[in-house]
């Protein structure tokens, strides 16, 4: 009966680092966390169509960005992008968008228009809709970026997705 016990409180540990490796709820919750999501789960569903495929050549476009969207993934979700100031985060994951939709709706039309397989067909259209996420997050990025712009963020400060209650001091 002790050997039964032993295994299960060995697995705790295990099983609480892969815990910590997944996205926080609130996060996870969030405008950006489910944008970031669903470019994973549309990249991964994308790349597999392609590798079942006759366009398997356009197999490294959806793994790319795989993995490109679970790295930005885990470094929001850990807050990464905090503690490492070395990038300015918004500006590097707004690339990462509209390069990301540039390279899926041109590499999707190849896939509908050139072949006729339907593994072909169903990447171009899983293509296509991640073409649409990537597009809407590069638009809120571009929002956001605008208007810490429009604010005079001259400032070593980055501007975040999730405004806090913004206060007035003048108020008082």
């Not at 680092?17 to 609130?26: F, G, M, Q, R, W």
């Not at 956001?144 to 003048?170: C, M, Y």
């Amino acid at each position: 009966m002790g050997d039964i016990e032993a295994p299960s409180s060995s697995s705790g540990p295990r099983q609480s680092a892969l815990l910590s490796l997944l996205p926080s709820k609130e996060f996870a919750t969030s405008r950006k966390g489910m944008l970031l999501i669903a470019e994973v789960a549309l990249s991964f569903i994308s790349f597999f169509c392609f590798a079942a495929s006759a366009a398997a050549a356009f197999v490294t476009v959806p793994l790319l960005e795989f993995l490109a969207a679970v790295f930005v993934l885990f470094a929001y979700s850990t807050k990464f992008n905090e503690r490492f100031k070395g990038f300015c985060w918004p500006l590097m994951d707004f690339m990462r968008c509209v390069t990301a939709a540039i390279i899926y709706f041109i590499v999707s039309i190849m896939a509908v228009s050139k072949y006729v397989d339907g593994s072909s067909k169903a990447a171009g259209i899983f293509g296509f809709i991640a073409t649409i996420a990537f597009a809407i997050d590069f638009y809120l990025i571009f929002n956001e970026l605008a208007t810490f712009l429009k604010q005079g963020g001259g400032s070593n400060e980055e501007p975040s997705g999730q405004q806090d209650d913004i206060s007035d001091s003048d108020s008082d």
